[in-house]
Structures are given as C-alpha cells and as structure tokens.
C-alpha cells in the first residue's frame, strides 16, 4: 500500500458520504476520496494473535494504554508501552503492522496509541469524532457500529435528541440501518476536522455491552 496525497487538499462542499469495506488492504487509501467517510479492511485474524489476545484477556483484568508511537521505533515503543501486560509476539507484531500502515498512510512521524480492555460501552450513544481520522480495530468482542451519512439525521446528535435513546430521537429511521464491523476489521473513520469534512463526519458507536464478552479496542490517532 502506497502513502496517498496530501491530507489537506481542496474539496468541494458536496456532502454525499458513503462507506467502502474490501478484503484487500488497498481499500484504506480511499479514505482519501471526497465522498468516503469510512473505509473498512475486512482483515481476519490470524490463529496466533487470536491465541494471544485471548490469553491477554485471560491474564489482565483491566488495560487502559496510551502512549506515543514513533514510526522509526514501532515495534520498540509498543514493547515498552505494554511491559506490564501479558501480550504476546504476535499480537504486538499485528499491531505493529497497524501502526506502520496509518502513519505511512498519512505520513506521520508519530501516532496517539491506545489500547483498552472494555467491559461496557465506551461510546454508547451515535457520534461524531472531532479528529481528521481515527484507526479502529476490535480484538476481541464486538465491532463499533456506524450509520452510513445518507441515513441519518444529523439534527439528533447530541444534545438535537433532547434526552432521547438514539432509537426514539429520529437519529435513524430504522434498526436495520446500523451496521457493525466483524472482530478483526480495520477501519479509518473520517472526523469532523478532516479538510472539506464538516458536518461529515461517521457517526458511529460502542455496541451494546454483552456479560462475558469483554472488547479489546485499538484506537490510533493524529497527535495534531
């Protein structure tokens, strides 16, 4: 996968948004078309860093990780950043191999790492990030939910709801109009604050909280 353009190009104010998912890495440079908001790597986890990530949740009760990562020394800071914690090779080679797509992708010298275990929604309500592009990968449990731009009402965001659930606020028509990423998919989500992006951003959210089904979250983010 090559480094696509320059981030802050100039669009136009057509707000037509969609999403794209492929099996195929190369589906994540589209994130730099006008009209994508989301662009999904539907990528299956291997049987070692599955292995590893279950032993991860079997050996630590609580991980909540941030940390810098410097693309020159990735796999070193992501050793360092999780010392502490039972993570094994593969899973920290997997996520080393995160780290260096998005910061080739946008060609960052540094990312924003954080890795969560969760055992409630973190993000239960529908929202929006007010970042460029945030990276969302789920390890374990399930995937974040989105609605595509074209389904909702974005009046209803936030305080738009007036107190009310997402599913009674006319933030979205019709239940069928979540859709879910599968355990194991990548995904770019465009912010708020990518150039051109305003009032444009994914909506999305945690899924619903499951007993027993804890989620391990990765999120990467731009430092600026």
Same mark, same amino acid.
């Given at each position: ?16 948004? #969609? ?110 990030? #007010? ?94």
């Amino acid at each position: 996968m090559q480094a696509a353009t320059a981030l802050t190009k100039d669009v136009s104010d057509d707000l037509i948004r #969609h999403s794209v998912c492929s099996d195929d890495i190369n589906v994540l440079t589209r994130i730099y078309e006008q009209n994508v908001n989301i662009a999904i790597w539907q990528r299956q986890l291997s049987a070692a860093v599955i292995a590893d990530v279950e032993n991860l949740l079997e050996t630590t009760s609580s991980l909540n990780k941030s940390a810098f990562i410097h693309a020159k020394t990735i796999n070193e800071d992501i050793r360092d950043a999780l010392t502490l914690h039972n993570a094994g090779d593969a899973f920290i080679d997997y996520t080393a191999e995160l780290v260096d797509i998005f910061c080739t992708l946008f060609e960052l010298d540094e990312v924003g790492f954080r890795l969560r275990i969760l055992d409630a929604p973190m993000c239960p309500r529908f929202h929006v990030d #007010h970042v460029p592009c945030r990276l969302v990968t789920t390890f374990a449990g399930k995937g974040t939910q989105w609605l595509e731009h074209d389904k909702v009402n974005r009046d209803k965001l936030g305080h738009g709801s007036k107190g009310l659930e997402d599913g009674v606020s006319g933030l979205y028509a019709q239940r069928t109009d979540i859709k879910s990423m599968n355990t194991g998919d990548v995904a770019l989500l465009k912010g708020e604050t990518w150039m051109g992006n305003d009032l444009a951003g994914v909506v999305h959210r945690s899924p619903a909280y499951e007993a027993k089904q804890n989620r391990l979250l990765l999120t990467l983010d731009f430092l600026n």
